[in-house]
């Protein structure tokens, strides 16, 4: 009964069925490449990545990849092996696909918006794109200026101690363009903006660990005073910057 209805599903129904099976993959791995672009992106231009990573859709599509896998296998499994059903394979197929796009639908619902000051800074005239800088040029001197400049207004002003600062904003501080500073900070301080940012906020808070002032603050409360805004983001970068953890520090230096 089996083969007999396999071999009077129409022609173009299999192929759209073939289509759907290829597809679906395609978009799965396009999705993990912009995934990772976009990480790239929000560390060049946030100090704190929380609720701005997508970890959530991250995780949901490598979820939907998995199943799919396993969907497409056991639709395989039946088309050769005459195996399982055709309700079972095509109503799988199409109950993951409604499932995927209800819990995107769902979790975009609450996530707030990333990039939302790019166009509104006054005074910065970014019209002829983001932060690609490979077709900008910059003067040598205007490279040790602007890195001067960078430098003399971290040390001053301490711009990181504000936790949502973002390229922008310190672009916009220190009168420079955005992907000028961008440049800057990757080419010639070998960072991105989320790890130069975060190693000030490391030294800040190394220093106020022997400050009697913060005598009574605990080593997280530290932490916020010095522009973090989340403990696992103050203990990963703390980490990669000391190898040793806040405790350790904290003991090894009393």
Not at 85 to 102: A, E, H, K, Y
Not at 139 to 144: A, N, W
Request: aromatic share 16%; charged share 15%.
């Amino acid at each position: 009964m089996n083969a007999a209805r396999k071999i009077e599903l129409p022609f173009t129904y299999l192929i759209f069925l073939v289509i759907i099976a290829i597809s679906v993959p395609y978009y799965i791995l396009w999705s993990v490449r912009l995934l990772r672009n976009h990480r790239k992106n929000i560390t060049n231009t946030f100090s704190a990545l929380e609720n701005r990573n997508l970890i959530w859709l991250r995780n949901l599509t490598v979820i939907m990849g998995i199943t799919w896998t396993i969907l497409v296998t056991i639709f395989f499994m039946h088309h050769v092996l005459l195996l399982f059903s055709d309700d079972f394979c095509i109503n799988g197929l199409f109950l993951t696909l409604s499932v995927f796009i209800i819990f995107v639908g769902y979790f975009g619902m609450y996530q707030p918006a990333i990039f939302t000051s790019r166009d509104s800074l006054p005074g910065i005239d970014d019209s002829k794109g983001s932060l690609r800088y490979s077709g900008s040029t910059l003067k040598e001197e205007d490279i040790q200026k602007y890195l001067a400049t960078l430098y003399d207004y971290m040390r001053t002003n301490k711009p990181y101690l504000n936790n949502e600062l973002t390229l922008y904003q310190l672009a916009e501080e220190v009168n420079i363009l955005p992907h000028y500073l961008s440049r800057i900070i990757n080419e010639f301080h070998h960072q991105n903006f989320f790890d130069y940012i975060n190693q000030y906020r490391v030294q800040e808070f190394m220093a106020a660990v022997a400050d009697p002032k913060y005598k009574n603050y605990s080593l997280l409360g530290i932490a916020f005073e010095c522009g973090f805004n989340s403990k696992s983001a103050f203990n990963r970068m703390f980490k990669k910057s000391t190898g040793l953890t806040p405790s350790q520090f904290k003991e090894a230096n009393s």
